[in-house]
Antibody, heavy 118, light 113 residues
Framework: EVQLVESGGGLVQPGGSLRLSCAASGFTFSSFEMTWVRQAPGKGLDWVSYISSSGGTIYYADSVKGRFTMSRDNAKNSLYLQMNSLRADDTAVYFC???????????WGQGTLVTVSS | DIVMTQSPDSLAVSLGERATINCKSSQSVLYSSNNKNYLAWYQQKPGQPPKLLFYWASTREFGVPDRFSGSGSGTDFTLTISSLQAEDVALYYCQQYYSTPYTFGQGTKLEIK
């Protein structure tokens, strides 16, 4: 059974940092691209970043470029999102997603809530 | 960036009736070299993550009921539910995966009339 379990969310002050993790199981993690998508409370889906299966190619949305860093550890079947210089508008549920063809997300985790507030 | 615009924002349909959701992209998402439309549809129920319904605009994901269909090409796409069931109440999103950033539509809320 394919599983993606996000963790690391929580309450952080503006300007602070947080590291999200996504633990994958039930499929060959190293063969798949991965994506982070976020959803602010009551809002729509917002694509955040993408990483190739090897980790050699990474893309970011302009809104997070220079502040967020996506990475993966294929030996640990894990995906990460390091978030620095957090702002109130980064408040959202962050989903990790198994990805194909660059941006097609065929399986989503349950998400982890990040709240940026003083 | 490719802007994805869905219509309507919300839709109320009677049980057993047809529901149609439209999605328009600001530029074509048809890749000429393979003749594929880089367009996906997702369903999101309250408190749940999105679920993939269609990819390549019209290829139904495994397990999706055949009352759901996806159509369109280039810049105009449609998600149709032929006979609405109570369990279809959800938010529906289109997404282009033609070029980064891989943008989503704003979502369409489908309810029972």
């Amino acid at each position: 059974e394919v599983q993606l379990v996000e963790s690391g969310g929580g309450l952080v002050q503006p300007g602070g940092s947080l590291r999200l993790s996504c633990a994958a199981s039930g499929f060959t993690f190293s063969s798949f691209e991965m994506t982070w998508v976020r959803q602010a409370p009551g809002k729509g889906l917002d694509w955040v970043s993408y990483i190739s299966s090897s980790g050699g190619t990474i893309y970011y949305a302009d809104s997070v470029k220079g502040r967020f860093t996506m990475s993966r550890d294929n030996a640990k079947n894990s995906l990460y999102l390091q978030m620095n210089s957090l702002r109130a508008d980064d408040t959202a549920v962050y989903f990790c997603g198994r990805t194909q063809a660059g941006g097609l997300i065929d399986f989503w985790g349950q998400g982890t809530l990040v709240t940026v507030s003083s | 960036d490719i802007v994805m615009t869905q219509s309507p924002d919300s839709l109320a349909v009677s049980l057993g009736e047809r529901a149609t959701i439209n999605c328009k992209s600001s530029q074509s998402v048809l890749y000429s070299s393979n003749n594929k439309n880089y367009l996906a549809w997702y369903q999101q129920k309250p408190g749940q993550p999105p679920k993939l319904l269609f990819y390549w605009a019209s290829t139904r994901e495994f397990g999706v009921p055949d009352r759901f269909s996806g159509s369109g090409s280039g810049t105009d796409f449609t998600l149709t539910i032929s006979s609405l069931q109570a369990e279809d109440v959800a938010l529906y999103y289109c997404q282009q995966y033609y070029s980064t950033p891989y943008t989503f539509g704003q979502g369409t809320k489908l309810e029972i009339k």
